[in-house]
Each structure stands twice: as C-alpha cells, then as structure tokens.
C-alpha cells in the first residue's frame, strides 16, 4: 500500500514538474525532498536503479528501489528489536536467580557459578528434674543448647564449600570446614572438617533430629572414633544407595606436644539403601564402621546424658585408660572397633526408627578387651496428617501442610512420638559392676514452618552404678532415678 501511494505521488510530480529532473539551484526548489538518498545501513544494501534514458521512467525505478531498501531496514529493526527483547528477558531472569529468597537468600552470579549462603541454627532449653533415686541434685534451668553460624556455597559449578561455628556451653569452636569436587556423575569428593560416616543419627543434621538429644550410645560411640574429623572421603549417592568412605585424623581442637602420642586416625564407613522412598512411603536400611587407632593419651571415657544438656551429669560413665598395678603400668587403649546397623519406616502419618550399635575396646598386653552395645527405638505420629521423609541416606526436613498463620486458621504441624534409648557399657571382663543407662521418652513436636519448632520431651531414666548416685550408697543405693520435663525453641536456616 505504501508503494502504491509513494509511486503514484512520484508520478504526478513527475508529469507535472518535467523541469525537476534537472538540479534545483535553492531550497525552495528542492520540492517534496522525494529525491534525497537514503542513507544505506551497514547490513542493507540499497538496491540500484537500472537506467533506461526516460527520465519519468528512471525517476520511478529510483523511488522502487528506495522503497524496497526502506522495506528491508524494516524488517531488519523489528528482527533487532526482538532480540534486544529477548535479552531483556534473559537478563530478568538471571537478575532474579541472583538472590534466591528463603529464610535465608542464596546469592549467586548471571551464571549460577558462584553461590553463596548464609547458614545457621540457634536451641534455647529450658528443663526442670526430679531426683526419684540416687540423692543427686540436678540444675534447673535453661541453656543455649547450640548457637551455629556459618556459610556455605558452589565455585565453578563442581565445587562446593562450607564454613560453620558453634557455641557450646560459652564455648566456641569450628564446626565444618570443607571443600567438595562434584564434578562426577553419583559421586562427592570433600577433604576438610566434616562428618565422618556413623549412623543414622549422626550423619544427620541435628536440627532434623526427632528428640531433644540423640540416642545415648550413638554420642558415647561416636566420640572414640566418629563425629566431625579432619579427613577426605568419597561418597556415592543414587537416589536409593548411599556408600560413604573416608580416613580421618581428629578434630580440629587436638592439640599435640612433645609428649603426647601422634594423632589418632580412623576409617568410616557406611551405606544405606531405600528400596521404597515416596512421598509418605519409606523403607530406609543401612550399615556403618569405624577403626580407630593411636587414640590420646591411650584412654578413652564411654558416657552420656540422660537425653538432656541443662544438667550436665552424666547418667552413665565408664573409662578405659592406662591400669597401674604395683610399680608396672599398662599402656591402655590400642584401638577401638564399631559396627552398627539402622532401619526407619514411613507409612502416611507413621514413622518408626531405630539403631544397634556394638564398640570393641582393644587394650594392650594382657588386660582384657572390653564389648559395649546399645540401641534405641522410636515411633511417631502425625495428628496433622504430615509424613517424615528421607533424602540422601540422612533425615529430611518436615513442611507442615500449612505454617503458622493464626489469622487464616492454620497452626502448623503436630506430631507424638515415643522412644526406649538404652546404653550397656557393662562387661564383667572389665570390671564385676553393671554400667546399665536406661531411659523412656514421650515427645511432641510443634512444627511452626518448615524453620521453626518447638519441642516438649518428658524423659523417665535410670543408671545403675551411676556417677550421679551420692555417697554413702548405704542410703542413696547404687541405682540413679529421675525424670526430666525439657522444652526447646528452634529455628534454622
């Protein structure tokens, strides 16, 4: 349409100003402007106009020409414009993968390459005892369970990173500290600070943990030679198998003199499998081992609260060290050997949870090895119709089907549960007295979101040969007795 009507405006100039083939000598001559070139674009070349000698005719091919040239700039802007659209549009999107929200914002680059993350978890407990055997005194009170901070994040896409700190007890220390290679299909490799592969339990993050405190024999075990060591491992990870190795030195508090042994070492391992993982259907099953030599100063101390921290006291509490016998002295602890098996549950609503572990204490000469095992076994239920999952071989996080919002009517999450948590470090090689802890647990879980909960545990336990009976036995026995009514404010990020 637009040629036509340029061509027929052309026309009637032409006919009617034969004069205009020549040059105009002023301004006012130049007419329409019709005649002006039209700046050719880099990428477009103009059309040339054939010439025929007919000066009408040749102006008429001219103005075609410019016209087709005009079309095909046309084209090429909106051709232009469209692609600068579309890199707006990618630059949107990147701009927005930047900072990922949550109760934590991940930051990351236009290229996701690099990431970084800011992690933490906080645990205020209050708990108040009652002594029923034993005359000891317990504190009553409350306490900051764990305060941790930290980061974490990726580089170059295939490494990640982690750095965290807790505080214990006014006490701070570093936590994790880790690099990982994951640039293999199924497989992690991390060299650092981190957990060294040991049950259920422990490999899983306390936060996600279903009581207050763990089971009692997976602390007094881990501490020979498991928990977070300074070591390299190899993890292979499908979405049913999990097969975790590593060696690992000790923590990154040991501190080593001219007088003190070598470090210790050991090697951990563990694998799970989960034949069934489905949204409210789990079946999880696994194994886990460690070896430990050249443990400090030859000794070791087997103990642990009765599913508590407020009162420090240790229900339970065995040690193995160096035995002086007249002027001679043995040289106590060789090395120590663990073997454990785990299995959980997930039925909708209903989950149940449980693990064995058995601690071989090896000593030198001729004093006699000592065998020490435990266990724990736990039910759950939802009373809002939540299911507990699993991921990676490890406890996964619990998301109410709706968070806390009084206002619309929604008060998050509920949950019951019940543990039996028992620890034997009794062997009569060692000693002729039983070192039996013992303990019933009934808890509820209030979870506010997927970040916040609140915990109520009542704990039942017993000790016999206790460190917390008070002399004289004659009065207080040789049994310890109490219960414990504990809360627990948590959030995590």
């Known amino acids: 349409m637009i040629r036509r009507l340029l061509l027929g405006?052309?026309?009637a100039l032409a006919f009617a100003v034969p004069a205009a083939a020549q040059s105009p000598s002023t301004p006012q001559e130049q007419g329409s402007g019709l005649?002006?070139?039209?700046?050719?674009?880099?990428n477009v070349a103009a059309p040339t106009a054939a010439k025929t000698g007919d000066a009408v005719l040749d102006r008429l091919n001219e103005l075609e020409a410019k016209v087709a040239a005009l079309e095909a700039r046309n084209k090429q802007l909106e051709s232009e414009a469209a692609?600068?659209?579309?890199?707006?549009?990618?630059?949107?999107v990147r701009a927005a993968k930047e900072v990922q929200p949550g109760p934590a914002p991940t930051f990351s680059d236009v290229t996701d390459s690099f990431t970084f993350h800011p992690r933490g978890t906080f645990q205020i407990d209050y708990a108040a005892y009652h002594s029923r055997a034993g005359g000891y005194d317990y504190s009553n009170g409350t306490d900051i369970r764990r305060g941790r901070i930290g980061f974490d994040g990726t580089a170059w896409k295939v490494w990640r990173y982690r750095i965290e700190a807790e505080l214990v007890k006014n006490s701070v220390n570093l936590l994790d500290a880790y690099i990982q290679y994951t640039g293999f299909k199924n497989v992690v490799l991390t060299v650092g600070q981190h957990k060294a592969p040991y049950g259920l339990e422990a490999n899983s993050t306390?936060?996600?943990?279903?009581f207050l405190e763990r089971g009692m024999f997976t602390n007094a075990f881990g501490a020979v030679g498991a928990e977070r060591r300074v070591g390299a491992s190899i993890a292979y990870s499908t979405p049913k198998l999990t097969?975790?190795?590593g060696i690992f030195g000790a923590g990154e508090g040991v501190q080593r003199t001219a007088t003190t042994p070598d470090e210790a070492y050991s090697v951990n391992g563990r694998i799970t499998y989960e034949p069934i993982n489905d949204?409210?259907?789990v079946v999880h099953a696994g194994v886990s081992a460690f070896h430990v030599s050249q443990i400090a100063a030859n000794s070791i101390t087997l103990g642990d609260r009765p599913g508590t921290r407020v009162d420090n006291g240790l229900i339970e509490s065995v040690v193995l060290g160096p035995v002086t016998t007249g002027t001679a002295q043995t040289k106590g602890v060789r090395d120590a050997t663990y073997w454990g098996t785990e299995g959980a549950v997930v039925f909708g609503p209903f989950s149940a949870q449980g693990e064995y572990g058995h601690l071989n204490v090896n000593r030198y000469g001729t004093a006699r090895s000592g065998n020490f095992d435990g266990y724990y076994l736990f039910g759950t239920f939802f009373l809002t119709g939540e299911s507990h999952g699993y991921k990676g071989g490890l406890i996964d996080r619990v998301k109410p089907f709706n968070d806390f919002n009084p206002a619309a009517g929604h008060w998050g999450a509920f949950e019951i549960a019940a543990r039996y948590d028992r620890m034997d470090l009794t062997d009569h090689a060692i000693s002729p007295l039983s070192h039996l802890a013992s303990s019933w647990t009934g808890g509820l879980n209030w979870y506010l979101n997927p970040n916040t909960r609140f915990i109520f545990n009542y704990i039942r336990f017993k000790g016999t040969n206790s460190p917390l009976v008070v002399a004289p036995v004659a009065i207080n026995g040789t049994t310890a007795k109490g219960d414990a009514y504990a809360t627990r404010l948590q959030f995590d990020f």
């Open 9 to 11: 405006s052309a026309s």
């Open 35 to 42: 005649d002006t070139t039209v700046p050719a674009d880099d």
């Open 83 to 92: 692609e600068t659209a579309t890199r707006v549009q990618k630059v949107e």
């Open 206 to 210: 306390d936060a996600l943990n279903e």
């Open 243 to 245: 097969a975790t190795v």
């Open 279 to 281: 949204t409210g259907r």
